[in-house]
């Protein structure tokens, strides 16, 4: 199986050089952005991106499943599924922030196996492979030692993630226990997670998509991913997110968000 893992994250790789050249050839261009029904933007490059990664699963594993943040599901029950997020970071993309990310994870009998964190502007690429490691642009990386909430740093890509439910009260708690907050970065906090520059990823209001690729990068290199309550992150999970550099960590984190 591990074999299988290494060959199938080789392909998931190639997927995300297919995606950057295309994204790239958009980013601080001039194009159209379109809201959609749940007010979140999308561009051509979103569409092209996912398109040009959707005919290259179906030419090589025409039997996969595919869940698209841009078009929807194709064979979702399969024992094989690819998660894509062409753009994880879309008002970023748009205002030429070079922090957005391409997410590509391949779920095998609803387990995140594969996951990669693909930055194609500046050319970073987090690799996780489970029950094998991640790396950082073929690198060995693992995420930080535990440091006590209060020398922990944390990120969120936004504020609304919590307005009007507990999930605000929660997060605040959390916040006001750690030593630093900070705001934005969308996948890229996550791969400086990964890399052991953050300690605490905390969000809400997530879709499988947004996370799914993020599992086996952050828990290749050491770290853990879970729900608000402690629980492994799934297709059917609520889109709430705690990724932590390592248990510790996270059992601290757990104690201000799941009560």
């Known amino acids: 199986m591990k074999n299988d893992l290494v060959s199938l994250a080789e392909?998931?790789?190639?997927?995300?050089?297919?995606?950057?050249?295309?994204?790239?050839?958009?980013?601080?261009?001039?194009f159209d952005v379109e809201i959609k029904g749940d007010e979140s933007p999308v561009t051509i490059a979103d569409r092209n991106a996912e398109a040009a990664i959707i005919q290259r699963i179906e030419k090589i594993f025409p039997e996969h499943g595919i869940i698209g943040e841009e078009f929807g599901a194709i064979r979702?029950?399969?024992?094989?599924?690819?998660?894509?997020?062409?753009?994880?970071?879309?008002?970023?993309?748009?205002?030429g922030m070079p922090i957005f990310g391409t997410l590509i994870a391949l779920v095998v009998e609803g387990i995140p196996k594969i996951g990669v964190i693909d930055q194609p502007v500046i050319g970073e690429?987090?690799?996780?492979?489970?029950?094998?490691?991640?790396?950082?642009?073929?690198?060995?990386?693992?995420?930080?030692?535990?440091?006590?909430?209060?020398?922990?740093?944390?990120?969120?890509?936004?504020?609304?993630?919590?307005?009007?439910?507990?999930?605000?009260v929660k997060f605040s708690r959390l916040s006001s226990a750690v030593?630093?907050?900070?705001?934005?970065?969308?996948?890229?906090?996550?791969?400086?997670?990964?890399?052991g520059f953050v300690d605490l990823v905390v969000?809400?209001?997530?879709?499988?998509?947004?996370?799914?690729?993020?599992?086996?990068?952050?828990?290749?290199?050491?770290?853990?991913?879970?729900?608000?309550?402690?629980?492994?992150?799934g297709i059917a999970s609520d889109g709430h997110v705690l990724a932590a550099a390592n248990i510790e960590t996270r059992d601290e984190a757990l104690q201000y968000l799941s009560s």
């Open 11 to 30: 392909v998931a790789s190639a997927l995300a050089d297919v995606s950057g050249a295309i994204l790239r050839k958009y980013f601080r261009a001039s």
């Open 179 to 195: 030593r630093q907050t900070r705001f934005g970065g969308d996948c890229y906090a996550y791969g400086l997670l990964a890399s």
């Open 76 to 95: 979702e029950t399969a024992s094989h599924v690819w998660v894509l997020d062409p753009i994880d970071g879309t008002q970023s993309f748009i205002t």
């Open 125 to 168: 690429r987090w690799l996780g492979i489970c029950g094998v490691g991640s790396t950082f642009n073929g690198n060995v990386v693992a995420t930080k030692p535990f440091s006590p909430l209060s020398e922990s740093s944390m990120y969120s890509t936004h504020p609304s993630m919590f307005d009007g439910s507990s999930d605000e």
């Open 203 to 233: 969000e809400a209001k997530m879709k499988p998509y947004d996370y799914m690729a993020l599992v086996p990068v952050i828990e290749g290199a050491g770290g853990t991913v879970c729900d608000w309550t402690g629980k492994p992150l």
